[in-house]
């Protein structure tokens, strides 16, 4: 079983920073791969905001290429997001992925989404 808790998320002003985290708890067995956050804005699509590999290799959407850093920590299996020079346009909730591996069955898990709001 994998369990993923987001937290960190909240109202921001054009500019302002937030830092969001995601804890991940899994059961005896399971492998965590890639760590990583996605976002949807009302009325659009989920889309990737950014990931990152055990080994520490990052992959960012262009929209928050400079602006936002992504991290991980393998010994606590925690993710977490830097989020800087925030825009009205990066408003969304906010999703904690991960994926992970029981033997050789590779799945997604994700958490429940925390807010991010930033008011022009």
């Known amino acids: 079983q994998v369990q993923l808790v987001e937290s960190g998320g909240g109202l921001v002003q054009t500019g302002g920073s937030l830092r969001l985290s995601c804890a991940v708890s899994?059961?005896?067995?399971?492998?965590?791969?890639?760590m990583g956050w996605y976002r949807q804005a009302p009325g659009k699509q989920r889309e990737l905001v950014a990931t990152?590999?055990?080994?520490?290799?990052?992959n960012y959407a262009d929209s928050v290429k400079g602006r936002f850093t992504i991290s991980r920590d393998n010994a606590r299996n925690t993710v977490d997001l830097q989020m800087d020079s925030l825009k009205p346009e990066d408003t969304a909730l906010y999703y904690c992925?991960?994926?992970?591996?029981?033997?050789?069955?590779?799945?997604?898990?994700w958490g429940q989404g925390t807010q991010v709001t930033v008011s022009s």
């Open positions: 899994v059961s005896i067995g399971f492998s965590i791969n890639v």
């Open positions: 992925n991960v994926k992970a591996s029981l033997s050789l069955d590779l799945r997604n898990y």
């Open positions: 990152i590999r055990t080994g520490g290799n990052t």
